[in-house]
């Protein structure tokens, strides 16, 4: 059964960092795309930093951009979201998601495996 299980999520004052990981089971992470995706209370699910299969291309929005980094271990079978520079605009559940069939990198619709999600939480 494919499952994704996030951790690493938390409270951090302003500043702070935090890295996420997405750890897979029941199927390996080598052919399939892999977001990270957030959803604040009352606001959308947004994407936030997408990486394809080999991890050759990344995507970014643009209120992270320069702060976090996304990379992947495949023999790990896992992913990362370092966080640094966290603002408390970045409050929210994260998600990761994965799926082999893309149109398009980092669209919240087009990604069809999800975890459960994290709470990030920044805060003086």
């Known amino acids: 059964q494919l499952q994704l299980v996030e951790s690493g999520g938390g409270l951090v004052q302003p500043g702070g960092s935090l890295r996420l990981s997405c750890a897979a089971s029941?199927?390996?992470?080598?052919?399939?795309?892999i977001g990270w995706f957030r959803q604040a209370p009352g606001k959308e699910r947004e994407g936030v930093s997408c990486?394809?299969?080999?991890?050759?291309?990344?995507d970014y929005a643009d209120s992270v951009k320069g702060r976090f980094t996304i990379s992947r271990d495949n023999a790990k079978n896992t992913v990362y979201l370092q966080m640094n520079n966290l603002k408390p605009e970045d409050t929210a559940v994260y998600y990761c998601?994965?799926?082999?069939?893309?149109?398009?990198?980092?669209?919240?619709?087009?990604?069809?495996?999800w975890g459960q999600g994290t709470q990030v939480t920044v805060s003086s």
């Open positions: 998601a994965a799926d082999a069939r893309l149109s398009r990198l980092c669209a919240v619709s087009d990604y069809r495996y």
């Open positions: 990486i394809s299969s080999r991890g050759r291309t990344t």
């Open positions: 029941g199927f390996s992470l080598d052919y399939f795309a």
